[in-house]
């Protein structure tokens, strides 16, 4: 059985972030990708030079279009820009109970913001209520957990205060911290679950797309029936290999390689360190 996932975000006119990537890691893990558009970006990988909103009734429309005909297994936002967007995405599901990943995505990686001020609050109070887990980098924990982070133990706090928003788990994403020879990221759930996942540090620009693409494949995993924990462990196996199979096009940030994965075989989980 083929199962399917739907992806709510931006369009990425270079390909490697946003619904672009999204589309391709699901095809790579073998989920049929539907999609809401909430903006459009002109985009490459040296940085966004234009963005246009997608009417939140339009975004509504995709949605409620996708969900009245295919059984939807698993659903990831990424750029959702505006508080409008965020009601309109709340809104149009009234909640299913369907596992939802937040990519809470704030800032394009040449630097362009991708979510108004006045978003952050409803995303907050909104939309992450419902998630199944949520998966800040380290600068959008700082946000939505109002703190700033410069150790483990606060890595761990905001984990907790993200829990609180209401989320059922958080995976708060380290690899901003570049002092570090490797990429920990943090998962911890309401339940009391807790483990860190380790890989290592790839010294490469070529990391455009990686929050969306690491949140997609968690997606993905969800989709197929894994669970939270084992999904971001099998996630951070594919955007491991995607980054460290770097493509090396375009002329700054690079797109990561959606394909290497399926390519490794039994060598996916080579670098990838699981500990509590």
């Not at 704030?106 to 887990?133: N, Q, R």
């Not at 995993?221 to 955007?239: D, P, Q, R, Y």
């Amino acid at each position: 059985m083929v199962h399917v996932a739907l992806t709510i975000a931006g369009s990425d006119s270079g390909g490697g972030a946003g619904i672009q990537a999204d589309l391709k890691t699901f095809q790579e893990l073998g989920v049929f990708g539907t999609s809401a558009l909430t903006a459009v970006t002109a985009q490459n990988t040296c940085g966004v030079s234009a963005i246009q909103p997608i009417d939140a009734a339009v975004v509504t429309a995709q949605i409620r279009a996708v969900m009245e005909d295919f059984d939807i297994k698993a659903i990831k936002t990424g750029m959702l820009f505006s508080a409008e967007i965020i009601h309109a995405v709340a809104d149009a599901f009234h909640w299913r109970g369907i596992p939802l990943v937040i990519d809470p995505v704030m800032i394009a990686k040449g630097g362009a913001s991708l979510l108004k001020d006045e978003a952050v609050e409803a995303l907050k109070t909104v939309l992450l209520p419902h998630a199944a887990i949520v998966t800040p980098n380290i600068p959008e924990a700082e946000v939505l957990a109002g703190m700033v982070i410069k150790s483990e133990i606060d890595i761990e706090q905001a984990a907790k205060h993200i829990i609180a928003l209401g989320a059922r788990a958080v995976l708060i994403k380290g690899g901003h911290r570049k002092e570090a020879s490797f990429a920990e990221d943090l998962f911890m759930g309401a339940d009391g679950e807790r483990f860190l996942v380790r890989a290592p540090w790839i010294d490469t620009k070529d990391t455009h797309g990686t929050g969306c693409t690491y949140s997609a494949a968690l997606t993905a995993f969800l989709a197929n029936g894994e669970t939270a924990a084992n999904a971001v462990v099998s996630a951070k196996c594919f955007i491991h290999a995607a980054i460290e199979d770097g493509l090396k096009i375009g002329g700054g940030h690079g797109p990561t390689n959606h394909w290497a994965y399926g390519r490794r075989g039994n060598k996916t989980m080579e670098g990838v360190v699981v500990y509590g």
